[in-house]
């Protein structure tokens, strides 16, 4: 099992970049892949970005390809989501997680599990 605590969050201004967090204990966080996910209230858990257990390989929701970049520092068992570009409408809360099913695509949030409490992120106009 995994425990993360995500961190980072803040308010920016439009344009901004900004860099997320995700820490976690337990010796087994490089056998998963991870993930970043946001949800805003009242809607669906949104995926943002995935990296496999090496770092090599990344996968990115189109609505922020090009904008957000996912690494990860195995040595640390650290996540991180450097954000470039912020609009308003990436102001929700960000949650990462591991990959604990093999179901579904990279993008499926019910193949994670071992959510963190999430972190806000508010862009201003």
């Known amino acids: 099992q995994v425990q993360l605590v995500e961190s980072g969050g803040g308010l920016v201004q439009a344009g901004d970049s900004f860099r997320l967090s995700c820490a976690a204990s337990?010796?087994?966080?490089?056998?998963?892949?991870m993930g970043w996910f946001r949800q805003a209230p009242g809607k669906e858990r949104e995926f943002v970005a995935a990296?496999?257990?090496?770092?090599?390989?990344?996968y990115y929701a189109d609505s922020v390809q090009g904008r957000f970049t996912i690494s990860r520092d195995n040595a640390k068992n650290m996540l991180y989501l450097q954000m470039s570009s912020l609009k308003p409408e990436d102001t929700v809360v960000y949650y990462c997680?591991?990959?604990?099913?093999?179901?579904?695509?990279?993008?499926?949030?019910?193949?994670?599990?071992?959510w963190g409490q999430g972190t806000q992120v508010t862009v201003s106009s």
């Open positions: 997680a591991p990959r604990v099913r093999y179901s579904g695509g990279y993008d499926y949030s019910d193949a994670y599990d071992y």
């Open positions: 990296i496999n257990c090496g770092g090599s390989s990344t």
């Open positions: 337990g010796q087994t966080f490089t056998r998963y892949v």
